[in-house]
């Protein structure tokens, strides 16, 4: 009865908060699960969940892989709620699943996936059922807020030790795989790769971590590095990261968009390594669930600021999310890999959703940007300037704008083509005056 | 063409903070001024470096697991170092290596690496795992006389107490301790410091003061460096500062 309670509060909450939030224009996503959660601390308890619930978690890609998941299971025809939007922590897993419920806390679906934050996966999936874990890589990010990597990994580890269902892991990252010998009992360990590409390196270029074997300390041996510190690794000592794969891509091909498994053709939007790693994900899971891939891969896209292609009065435009180095890195590759000429526009504030400290931008390489001039905007404007600069950037082909406005209005002041980098809350500012500028000019 | 020798410690485990920036920007000022800067870099398993033979050695930060790792290793060159520093090698020390060099840190669960012992202070980690001095900090310190404001990044864990001459005073943020006034460690030819940023990246001043020490103990004869353009370096400083004192009211 207190159950039907809460949830009648929370339905009545929900349809004030969607009335006030396009008032407000304000996006809803935690509010609803941080009130309720106020009300009944375990309300995640509460939900009877009778389907699999699938989660993702990594550094970067959670949202991407979360929502692509959603979409080849759909394709396939069955009913998914998820929290698409990227609310990832207890709040907003709360509010997606009181949003998708009947009054007695019954979730009607064939599947949940859940992108979730990595501090969190412990603490929600305490509360409720978890059939599948797919765990995509683990960088540097934000010490300032999260600390130090190997911190979050011990805190998953620990969450694993009891754990017995699916774990799909990233076999070319070895801050991941080691979490398959979290539970020596559980059989449910599955592992995915994916192939050398065109662009992979013998030598390590971007920042990255797990230099040395997380079981003997021993430094880890690479026989190449597609990007960051994934790639093909093997400790010399006790052989750690030979494990026998689930699913292998083969033959990436960037410029079709293609790769192959098993076999079978695969034809997508991706157009970058880091993609075609999530990918892999989602099949491992079709895999899984007996489920078809081809179709739903074949376009998928999420517009969202991650690879997002605008048209600006004719000029293409291309906009990515890049919270961290590595994420800026695999934008910067994106970039290089691109042979037109371009020019780029980087945004980075230093709210405290960013993280405060922005030495990271050290661990972006800049050294070997192919592009013929940078406009650098957002609280942090200057800091970008001095960066890209001290990498022996030609400084009179560096603009720093404060206003993204500004920023903006000089970056069409010429017509190629055009890279965006925006980190986590200069993203969607930078979208709005883009597309507003679009909006704007269109009219003269 | 003029040059100088930098040597780069462990910069495989030394690295987390972007702290290889202060290279970047040193490298920066003296190319700019058609000066060359050789970088040398030392890893456990190298061979032996001449620390003498440097102008400049350079550690940074890194994480926790791999401060012990390296610990083993570089206490093996403690009589090199000391010589060196003796002979007027300059060293910069940020975060990690600052503490590396004092007596010894002490981890939270009681854990002690030792430290190279060559200044007296010495450093503990506090209990409680969720306490750190994070966050933008300003310090004023003392260069040949000049007054100059240094801003950067402090995030650290550990409490650096007996320090007996500071890098500078704080005017924001904590310092060697949670609310010190003082922050680092600094005398003739050793600055040791958490300031990340990186710590030269927004302090073109400091890093013309290390460069000018550097080329007038090589070349021995009065430099007077070519200034250079600093409009980015002078408006990001102005723009901190207006954010920052904001701050220090509201506090």
Redesign the interface.
């Given at each position: 009865m207190y159950n039907i309670l809460i949830i009648t509060i929370a339905k009545i909450l929900n349809f004030f908060a969607k009335i006030l939030g396009k008032i407000l224009k304000k996006d809803n996503g935690n509010l609803l699960g941080k009130i309720i959660k106020k009300i009944s601390p375990n309300i995640l308890t509460k939900f009877k969940i009778n389907c699999p619930v699938i989660a993702v978690t990594a550094t970067n890609g959670k949202t991407t892989t979360n929502n692509a998941i959603k979409y080849m299971i759909e394709k396939n025809g069955k009913k998914v709620v998820s929290n698409t939007e990227g609310n990832n922590m207890e709040t907003g897993i709360i509010t997606t699943l009181l949003k998708n419920c009947t009054i007695t806390g019954k979730i009607k679906a064939d599947f949940i996936t859940l992108e979730v934050d990595e501090s969190y996966v412990p603490v929600v999936f305490k509360k409720i059922p978890l059939d599948s874990l797919v765990v995509l890589n683990f960088f540097r990010d934000q010490l300032d807020r999260n600390g130090e990597v190997e911190t979050l990994i011990l805190k998953i580890n620990e969450f694993l030790k009891t754990y017995s269902g699916n774990l799909i892991l990233n076999n070319d990252d070895p801050n991941v795989v080691r979490l398959g010998k979290a539970n020596k009992n559980n059989k449910n360990v599955y592992y995915f790769s994916v192939d050398k590409y065109k662009y992979a390196t013998k030598n390590q270029t971007e920042a990255g971590e797990g230099k040395f074997c997380p079981f003997d300390d021993t430094k880890l041996e690479y026989e190449y590095y597609q990007y960051s510190h994934i790639g093909k690794f093997k400790c010399p000592k006790c052989g750690y990261g030979d494990e026998e794969l689930f699913i292998k891509i083969e033959n990436v091909d960037l410029e079709n968009m293609s790769f192959e498994e098993n076999g079978e053709m695969f034809f997508t939007k991706a157009n970058n390594i880091y993609t075609i790693y999530n990918f892999a994900a989602v099949i491992s899971i079709a895999k899984l669930y007996n489920l078809n891939a081809i179709d739903a891969l074949k376009d998928f896209k999420l517009n969202n600021g991650r690879s997002e292609e605008i048209d600006i009065n004719g000029v293409k435009t291309i906009i990515n999310l890049a919270k961290n180095p590595t994420g800026a890195n695999v934008s910067l590759r994106m970039l290089n890999e691109d042979k037109e000429e371009k020019e780029l526009l980087f945004v980075l504030n230093d709210n405290p959703a960013d993280g405060l400290d922005v030495s990271w931008i050290y661990d972006i390489n800049f050294e070997t940007v192919n592009v013929k001039r940078i406009i650098t905007s957002g609280k942090r404007a200057y800091d970008m300037a001095i960066r890209i600069k001290t990498s022996f950037f030609d400084k009179d082909n560096i603009e720093a704008y404060l206003s993204i406005e500004e920023a903006v209005k000089s970056l069409y002041s010429s017509d190629v083509k055009k890279y965006v980098i925006a980190n986590y809350t200069a993203l969607q500012p930078t979208r709005k005056a883009l597309l507003e500028y679009k909006k704007e000019t269109k009219k003269e | 063409m003029r040059e100088l020798k930098l040597l780069y410690l462990y910069p495989?485990?030394l690295?987390?903070?972007?702290?290889?920036?202060n290279i970047?920007?040193l490298?920066?000022r003296l190319?700019k001024r058609n000066i060359n800067l050789i970088i040398d870099r030392y890893s456990i398993g190298d061979k032996k470096p001449d620390f003498t033979s440097y102008d400049i050695v350079f550690a940074g930060g890194g994480?926790?697991?791999?401060q012990s790792?390296l610990s083993k290793d570089l206490i093996k060159f403690k009589d090199d170092i000391k010589e060196a520093i003796k002979n007027g090698v300059f060293f910069l020390l940020i975060c990690g290596a600052y503490q590396l060099f004092g007596k010894y840190y002490k981890g939270v669960e009681g854990n002690i690496i030792p430290g190279l012992g060559i200044f007296d202070y010495y450093t503990e980690a506090i209990k409680d795992r969720s306490k750190r001095c994070?966050?933008?900090i300003v310090l004023e310190v003392n260069l040949n006389g000049d007054k100059y404001e240094v801003i950067g990044?402090e995030?650290h864990g550990g409490q650096t107490y007996n320090v007996k001459n500071c890098f500078g005073k704080v005017l924001v943020g904590n310092g060697n301790k949670f609310e010190d006034k003082e922050e680092g460690y600094f005398i003739n030819n050793v600055i040791a410091t958490y300031l990340?940023?990186?710590l030269l990246?927004?302090n073109p001043k400091l890093t013309d003061y290390i460069i000018e020490y550097c080329l007038k103990r090589k070349y021995e004869e009065e430099i007077k460096l070519e200034p250079l353009?600093d409009t980015?370096?002078e408006?990001?400083r102005e723009?901190l500062f207006k954010?920052l004192e904001i701050k220090k009211e509201i506090r």
């Open positions: - | 495989d485990m690295e987390l903070y972007g702290d290889y920036g970047q920007v490298k920066y190319e994480a926790d697991n791999e790792i994070i966050g933008n990044f995030n990340h940023g990186p990246s927004k353009d980015f370096e408006k990001c723009e954010v």
